[in-house]
Protein backbone atom coordinates (compact mmCIF):
# COMPACT_ATOMS: atom_id res chain seq x y z
CA UNK A 1 0.00 0.00 0.00
CA UNK A 2 1.40 3.56 -1.20
CA UNK A 3 0.97 6.16 1.56
CA UNK A 4 2.14 8.59 4.52
CA UNK A 5 2.98 6.56 7.96
CA UNK A 6 3.10 8.79 11.07
CA UNK A 7 3.85 7.37 14.29
CA UNK A 8 3.13 7.28 17.03
CA UNK A 9 -0.59 7.50 17.22
CA UNK A 10 -0.67 8.91 20.33
CA UNK A 11 2.72 10.61 22.38
CA UNK A 12 3.54 12.15 25.75
CA UNK A 13 6.21 13.75 27.10
CA UNK A 14 7.31 15.91 30.06
CA UNK A 15 8.02 19.70 29.18
CA UNK A 16 11.48 20.67 29.56
CA UNK A 17 12.10 17.63 26.78
CA UNK A 18 12.75 17.37 22.86
CA UNK A 19 10.38 14.88 21.09
CA UNK A 20 10.79 13.84 17.78
CA UNK A 21 7.73 13.14 15.51
CA UNK A 22 8.87 10.37 12.66
CA UNK A 23 6.67 11.11 9.28
CA UNK A 24 7.58 8.43 6.34
CA UNK A 25 6.35 8.27 2.65
CA UNK A 26 6.20 5.53 -0.42
CA UNK A 27 4.54 7.63 -2.68
CA UNK A 28 8.02 8.69 -4.56
CA UNK A 29 7.02 12.76 -2.89
CA UNK A 30 9.52 15.26 -3.51
CA UNK A 31 7.58 17.64 -1.34
CA UNK A 32 6.97 17.16 2.45
CA UNK A 33 4.90 19.19 4.81
CA UNK A 34 4.22 19.40 8.59
CA UNK A 35 1.66 21.43 10.17
CA UNK A 36 -0.13 21.83 13.53
CA UNK A 37 -3.89 21.47 14.23
CA UNK A 38 -5.62 23.43 17.20
CA UNK A 39 -9.11 23.08 17.41
CA UNK A 40 -10.67 26.25 16.02
CA UNK A 41 -7.62 27.36 14.10
CA UNK A 42 -7.66 25.21 10.70
CA UNK A 43 -4.37 23.63 9.75
CA UNK A 44 -0.67 25.86 10.05
CA UNK A 45 2.30 24.89 8.14
CA UNK A 46 5.47 24.35 10.53
CA UNK A 47 8.18 23.27 8.18
CA UNK A 48 8.28 22.20 4.59
CA UNK A 49 10.68 20.79 2.04
CA UNK A 50 10.54 20.68 -1.55
CA UNK A 51 13.67 18.37 -2.42
CA UNK A 52 16.16 16.74 0.04
CA UNK A 53 18.66 18.02 2.33
CA UNK A 54 16.47 21.22 1.75
CA UNK A 55 13.69 22.93 3.49
CA UNK A 56 11.91 26.18 4.88
CA UNK A 57 10.15 27.80 7.68
CA UNK A 58 6.83 27.88 7.15
CA UNK A 59 4.12 30.20 9.15
CA UNK A 60 4.82 28.89 13.07
CA UNK A 61 8.35 27.28 12.85
CA UNK A 62 9.79 29.05 16.22
CA UNK A 63 10.31 25.71 18.67
CA UNK A 64 10.21 23.35 15.67
CA UNK A 65 13.45 21.33 13.82
CA UNK A 66 13.28 19.79 11.08
CA UNK A 67 15.87 17.60 8.58
CA UNK A 68 15.55 15.81 5.42
CA UNK A 69 18.20 13.49 4.81
CA UNK A 70 15.95 10.73 2.98
CA UNK A 71 13.58 11.44 0.36
CA UNK A 72 10.53 9.60 1.90
CA UNK A 73 11.60 10.67 5.63
CA UNK A 74 10.81 14.43 7.47
CA UNK A 75 11.04 13.78 10.84
CA UNK A 76 9.86 16.94 12.91
CA UNK A 77 11.64 17.76 16.32
CA UNK A 78 9.52 19.59 19.03
CA UNK A 79 12.24 21.08 21.36
CA UNK A 80 11.78 22.29 24.26
CA UNK A 81 11.58 25.98 23.24
CA UNK A 82 8.15 25.37 21.79
CA UNK A 83 5.50 27.42 24.41
CA UNK A 84 2.67 25.49 23.70
CA UNK A 85 3.65 21.92 22.09
CA UNK A 86 0.44 20.14 22.82
CA UNK A 87 -1.73 19.65 19.38
CA UNK A 88 -2.63 17.78 16.58
CA UNK A 89 0.49 17.17 14.13
CA UNK A 90 0.18 16.23 10.63
CA UNK A 91 2.65 15.59 8.14
CA UNK A 92 1.61 15.57 4.05
CA UNK A 93 3.52 15.04 0.79
CA UNK A 94 2.97 15.80 -2.65
CA UNK A 95 4.86 15.40 -5.96
CA UNK A 96 6.09 18.67 -5.81
CA UNK A 97 6.37 22.17 -7.58
CA UNK A 98 3.97 22.10 -10.10
CA UNK A 99 1.38 19.30 -8.30
CA UNK A 100 -0.60 20.73 -6.38
CA UNK A 101 -2.82 17.95 -3.83
CA UNK A 102 -1.18 17.44 -0.54
CA UNK A 103 -1.67 13.77 0.92
CA UNK A 104 -2.00 13.57 4.58
CA UNK A 105 -0.89 11.25 7.25
CA UNK A 106 -2.94 10.04 10.33
CA UNK A 107 -1.46 12.44 12.17
CA UNK A 108 0.20 12.07 15.85
CA UNK A 109 -1.72 13.71 18.76
CA UNK A 110 1.48 15.48 21.07
CA UNK A 111 0.27 15.83 25.15
CA UNK A 112 3.11 17.87 26.96
CA UNK A 113 2.35 17.72 30.42
CA UNK B 1 1.12 36.73 2.39
CA UNK B 2 -2.61 34.55 1.92
CA UNK B 3 -5.56 35.17 4.50
CA UNK B 4 -8.57 32.57 4.00
CA UNK B 5 -11.71 32.51 5.89
CA UNK B 6 -14.33 30.05 6.10
CA UNK B 7 -17.66 29.88 7.45
CA UNK B 8 -19.87 28.77 8.93
CA UNK B 9 -17.72 27.12 11.91
CA UNK B 10 -20.32 24.96 12.03
CA UNK B 11 -23.52 23.59 10.41
CA UNK B 12 -26.62 21.02 11.08
CA UNK B 13 -28.67 19.81 8.10
CA UNK B 14 -30.92 16.91 7.79
CA UNK B 15 -30.11 14.45 5.63
CA UNK B 16 -30.83 14.79 2.19
CA UNK B 17 -30.31 18.19 2.23
CA UNK B 18 -28.16 20.51 0.52
CA UNK B 19 -24.76 21.84 2.68
CA UNK B 20 -22.76 25.08 1.36
CA UNK B 21 -19.60 26.31 2.89
CA UNK B 22 -18.28 29.21 2.00
CA UNK B 23 -14.55 30.28 1.83
CA UNK B 24 -12.70 34.21 1.12
CA UNK B 25 -9.21 34.65 0.05
CA UNK B 26 -7.17 37.69 0.34
CA UNK B 27 -4.57 37.36 -2.28
CA UNK B 28 -6.00 37.54 -6.27
CA UNK B 29 -2.88 35.82 -7.07
CA UNK B 30 -3.83 32.63 -5.79
CA UNK B 31 -4.67 30.11 -8.13
CA UNK B 32 -5.48 26.45 -6.57
CA UNK B 33 -8.22 25.85 -3.96
CA UNK B 34 -8.92 22.55 -2.60
CA UNK B 35 -11.27 21.46 -0.12
CA UNK B 36 -10.18 18.76 2.55
CA UNK B 37 -12.78 16.73 4.52
CA UNK B 38 -11.27 15.57 8.04
CA UNK B 39 -13.12 12.60 9.99
CA UNK B 40 -12.55 12.24 14.11
CA UNK B 41 -9.16 11.17 14.46
CA UNK B 42 -7.79 11.11 11.15
CA UNK B 43 -5.59 13.23 8.71
CA UNK B 44 -7.44 15.41 5.74
CA UNK B 45 -8.48 13.67 2.44
CA UNK B 46 -9.50 16.07 -0.54
CA UNK B 47 -12.24 15.75 -1.68
CA UNK B 48 -12.56 17.90 -4.59
CA UNK B 49 -10.41 21.15 -6.20
CA UNK B 50 -10.54 23.40 -8.32
CA UNK B 51 -8.04 25.81 -10.41
CA UNK B 52 -8.16 29.70 -11.02
CA UNK B 53 -9.00 28.88 -14.92
CA UNK B 54 -12.03 27.22 -14.14
CA UNK B 55 -15.42 28.80 -12.38
CA UNK B 56 -17.33 25.35 -11.54
CA UNK B 57 -16.40 22.00 -11.28
CA UNK B 58 -18.46 18.89 -9.89
CA UNK B 59 -18.08 15.42 -8.80
CA UNK B 60 -20.77 13.30 -8.22
CA UNK B 61 -22.85 14.93 -5.10
CA UNK B 62 -19.82 17.64 -4.69
CA UNK B 63 -19.32 20.82 -6.32
CA UNK B 64 -17.09 23.48 -5.82
CA UNK B 65 -17.35 27.04 -7.41
CA UNK B 66 -15.52 30.22 -7.63
CA UNK B 67 -15.84 33.39 -8.24
CA UNK B 68 -12.42 35.02 -8.82
CA UNK B 69 -13.89 38.79 -9.01
CA UNK B 70 -15.20 38.75 -5.73
CA UNK B 71 -12.34 35.97 -4.42
CA UNK B 72 -14.39 33.42 -2.73
CA UNK B 73 -15.29 29.82 -3.23
CA UNK B 74 -18.05 27.71 -1.97
CA UNK B 75 -17.91 23.87 -1.72
CA UNK B 76 -21.77 22.47 -2.09
CA UNK B 77 -23.05 19.25 -0.94
CA UNK B 78 -25.80 17.69 -2.29
CA UNK B 79 -28.35 14.83 -0.75
CA UNK B 80 -26.55 14.79 2.11
CA UNK B 81 -25.86 11.68 3.65
CA UNK B 82 -24.43 10.64 7.44
CA UNK B 83 -21.66 9.81 6.58
CA UNK B 84 -20.97 13.37 5.27
CA UNK B 85 -20.40 14.28 8.95
CA UNK B 86 -16.98 15.69 9.49
CA UNK B 87 -14.87 18.68 9.40
CA UNK B 88 -14.38 20.51 6.09
CA UNK B 89 -11.24 22.69 5.10
CA UNK B 90 -10.85 24.70 2.60
CA UNK B 91 -7.35 25.85 1.15
CA UNK B 92 -5.84 28.63 -1.20
CA UNK B 93 -2.62 28.59 -3.09
CA UNK B 94 -0.60 31.15 -3.94
CA UNK B 95 0.96 31.07 -7.04
CA UNK B 96 4.84 31.17 -7.01
CA UNK B 97 4.90 29.62 -3.50
CA UNK B 98 5.29 26.00 -4.85
CA UNK B 99 2.91 23.57 -3.14
CA UNK B 100 2.65 26.14 0.01
CA UNK B 101 -1.27 25.97 1.11
CA UNK B 102 -3.03 28.22 3.56
CA UNK B 103 -5.88 26.61 5.16
CA UNK B 104 -8.87 27.92 6.36
CA UNK B 105 -10.81 27.27 10.03
CA UNK B 106 -12.81 24.32 8.96
CA UNK B 107 -16.35 23.68 9.08
CA UNK B 108 -17.57 20.74 11.28
CA UNK B 109 -20.91 19.46 9.34
CA UNK B 110 -23.65 17.69 10.98
CA UNK B 111 -26.07 15.49 8.93
CA UNK B 112 -28.71 14.95 11.33
CA UNK B 113 -31.28 11.64 10.61
Known amino acids: DGGITQSPKYLFRKEGQNVTLSCEQN?????MYWYRQDPGQGLRLIYYSQIVNDFQKGDIAEGYSVSREKKESFPLTVTSAQKNPTAFYLC????????????FGPGTRLTVT | GENVEQHPSTLSVQEGDSAVIKCTYSDSASNYFPWYKQELGKGPQLIIDIRSNVGEKKDQRIAVTLNKTAKHFSLHITETQPEDSAVYFC????????????FGTGTRLQVTL
Open chain 2, 91 to 102: AARLSGTASKLT
Open chain 1, 92 to 103: ASSRGQGDYEQY
Open chain 1, 27 to 31: LNHDA
